[in-house]
């Protein structure tokens, strides 16, 4: 018969307890890093800012992810750029305004930066501040929002964000009326990173939220059932009329990738399980005599 020396089986358990220990502190550290590293396809390269803004929703300027905005308005002005997010992503606007100089402002000013999505619905803000009041001493303000998560689908009733087209709004909400007409500069930057976690299932949108650019033709004169009496515009208006917001589509894609941390977390919890069961089953087995 074999008998197990004690000092060779808690040199066993002692080795087994560590490398499970050790697999669970290296699985645990892998997903944030990854949902670190994974920013939505951002890279340090972002391609030089862009140095105007629109003053409509059809007339924003879009930027990619990581790229940054710059444009030098009037304080009276409502600014407007856009940009693509996709299901898993999870937007961050930051912008600045640099104000007049103090002695040419009579008083104290509001500001605020806010998100609508491709239906131009206002998103709130699940965390930052995007209103904040500047005192006629304060040379600059900056804002900060952070949307929930892009989901790849929703009910009818619910806002909440979808795969498409946002909207990015920096305008004064309360301005003395000496104020107005004052130069200011304005830059925004965006960050569509990922949002990690579980994504919810059950569908998808049939195609991304981007909006027309140019409203359509109203019939004049005519049965609109049979398009008759119409304005007798070309085939080229109605090709320009259906024009879109030329937007990047995501890395993975407006839907979303099928990857998600979980899977790790899912694969991790299993392995860590695993060891622990053969670490505990070890410690309690009696050796054989």
Known sequence: MRVRSPRRAHRLRTWTAAAALAATALI???APALADGDNGGNSGDDGGAVTEAGTTFRGATVLEPGQEGKAAASSSDYLYWAFGAGAGQRPTVSATVRLPESSTR???SRWQLSLHDGLRRAQPCATGTHTRTARQDVAEVRLRCTLRPVQPWADT???DP???AYFVRVAAVGLPEQDRGLPIEVSVEVDAGSAGGARRGGGDLGGPLVPSLHAGTALAGGDAADGTGGTGGTEGDAEADRRTLELAEPDGGWSGSWWSDRWLWTAGGGVAGA???????LWVRRPRV
């Open 106 to 108: 009579s008083g104290t």
């Open 157 to 159: 009733w619910s806002e």
């Open 162 to 164: 979808l795969p498409g």
């Open 28 to 30: 645990g550290g892998a």
């Open 275 to 281: 060891l622990a069961a053969v670490g505990g089953y």
